[in-house]
Every structure is written in C-alpha cells, then in structure tokens.
C-alpha cells in the first residue's frame, strides 16, 4: 500500500522529513523517499559548497519511515508512535542536495509497545546509512 505521508505521521514542515511513502507493509516493511533540495531549512548556516545534510536529520528521516510499519497495523491506530533510540549506526557517506534517497526499515520485532527495525538509506542504488532502530508505542 502507499499511504500518504501526512495520514500517518504527525509531523509536519519542518519535521516531516520524508517526501512520500513508496510502499508500506503493515507491521513488516516500509520504504520512502526524499528529494534533498538546496531550500532545505538545515542548509541556511552551512557554506556554499559545503553543504551536507547533518546525521541526525537522515535518522530521523528512517525513524519516520519505520513509524509508518507500525502505525499502518490496526491494533496501534490512533497510538502515538516515539523513536526510543538508535543502534549501531553506520554511515559510508555524507548527504548532498540533488540526492534522492530511499529509506527502509524492516521491524525486527514488534512486541507490546516495544518495536526494533533495521533501517538503510540508499542513494542510486548503494547502501549509504544502515542503523538500528527502536521505537515506543503509546
């Protein structure tokens, strides 16, 4: 399925850092996109010719897409859905405006109100950030 982003997630601009959902597989998968622009809000302090996307923005970025796993089961609909933390987080390279990047989480387990994902970015096809992810449900 392919939800709108807005349906799912609470946050909007600024917050919302995913452009729109590609698919989505209640409780298993999600997958989403973002086109980065030069506008982005996060570049107006930055150099010219220097700019990159900060870290912490493109794991928010994969904490939204794993959101959407959870939230699309009916069991947690209308629950609130929190990014409890990130594990072994690696990234092989920086984010640029012009980049499209592709998010996934995969949820490990769902239990409760406790859920694990594995997330990835990838830009053209290369895996660019891989963490894990872990979510609270409210």
Not at 69 to 91: M, Q, R, S, W
Not at 103 to 116: C, P, S, W, Y
Not at 118 to 133: M, N
Request: contains cysteine; glycine residues 8%; charged residues 25%.
């Amino acid at each position: 399925m392919k939800p709108e982003v807005n349906d799912l997630i609470p946050q909007r601009y600024p917050f919302q850092m995913i452009d729109r959902f590609l698919d989505v597989e209640a409780g298993k998968t999600a997958t989403a996109v973002k086109l980065i622009s030069i506008n982005e809000w996060f570049f107006a302090n930055q150099k010219a010719g220097q700019l990159r996307v900060p870290r912490p923005i493109m794991i928010e970025a994969m904490a939204q897409t794993g959101v959407a796993a959870i939230l699309t089961l009916p069991v947690y609909h209308g629950k609130n859905v929190f990014f409890g933390g990130i594990k072994n987080a690696e990234f092989k390279d920086d984010f640029f405006p012009g980049d499209r990047l592709i998010f996934k989480v995969e949820m490990k387990k769902l239990r409760a109100n406790i859920g694990l994902g594995h997330g990835s970015i990838t830009r053209d096809g290369q895996v660019i950030c891989e963490a894990d992810l872990i979510f609270a449900v409210e």
